[in-house]
Structures are given as structure tokens and as C-alpha cells.
Nanobody, 127 residues
């Protein structure tokens, strides 16, 4: 069974940066898709970014383009989300998800229902 564990969340002032990590285990294949999602109180979960580990294709939500960067370290089986120029609107619980890649990377970054999820890490941005 695939297991995902997020870390790196915390509190930061607007304009600051954080780097989230997602450690993955349990995969028997080398290529799959992984995504970052977030959910704020009273709001629906939204896709933030996604990556295809076999080829490096990425997707970013319009709200984070130019500010967030998704990357991977295959040797460590770890996914990262570098978040710069943080805004109060970025405050949310951030979740890591993983699955095979049955759709486009854009779909994997938004509408696709992933089978495997982490427990989440809280990001709070103050003004």
C-alpha cells in the first residue's frame, strides 16, 4: 500500500517562503503522478500543482503560477513544493496525493480523484 507523509508546514508572514515535502513509500513502479492540494476552512479542496515523475511534466493552478514550484527527488522518493511570495489567501491545509497517470497532467492537478493521500500539513500566512 502506498503511504504519503507531508512535512514542512508552518506560519509565515506575507511575502515569505516555505518548502513542503512529501515522502512516498510502497510503490513498485517508477513512473506515476503526484499532486499538491489544499483546503481552507469553509472552502472546497483545490488543486495546487502536479508532476509526472517519469517525464517531469508539471501543472500549476493559475493562483500559484510564478510563485510555487513542484519538484521531485527520485533517489529519496520525495516530492517538494517550494512556495514563494506567500499570500494570506494561501493559508490552508496542504495535502500530497499520488496515483498512476491515466489523464493529462492538467487533469491530475485538478479534477482527478487520487487514490492515495497524505495526512496534510498546515500552512498559515499572516498579513
Amino acid at each position: 500500500q502506498v503511504q504519503l507523509v507531508e512535512s514542512g508546514g508552518g506560519s509565515v508572514q506575507a511575502g515569505g517562503s516555505l518548502r513542503l515535502s512529501c515522502a512516498a513509500s510502497g510503490y513498485t513502479y517508477s513512473s506515476y503522478c503526484m499532486g499538491w492540494f489544499r483546503q481552507a476552512p469553509g472552502k472546497e479542496r483545490e488543486g495546487v500543482a502536479a508532476i509526472y515523475t517519469g517525464g517531469g511534466s508539471t501543472y500549476y493552478a493559475d493562483s500559484v503560477k510564478g510563485r510555487f514550484t513542484i519538484s521531485q527527488d527520485n533517489a529519496k522518493n520525495t516530492l517538494y513544493l517550494q512556495m514563494n511570495s506567500l499570500k494570506p489567501e494561501d493559508t490552508a491545509m496542504y495535502y500530497c496525493a499520488a496515483d498512476l497517470c491515466p489523464a493529462t497532467i492538467a487533469t491530475m492537478g485538478g479534477l482527478y480523484e487520487y487514490n492515495y493521500w497524505g495526512q496534510g500539513t498546515q500552512v498559515t500566512v499572516s498579513s
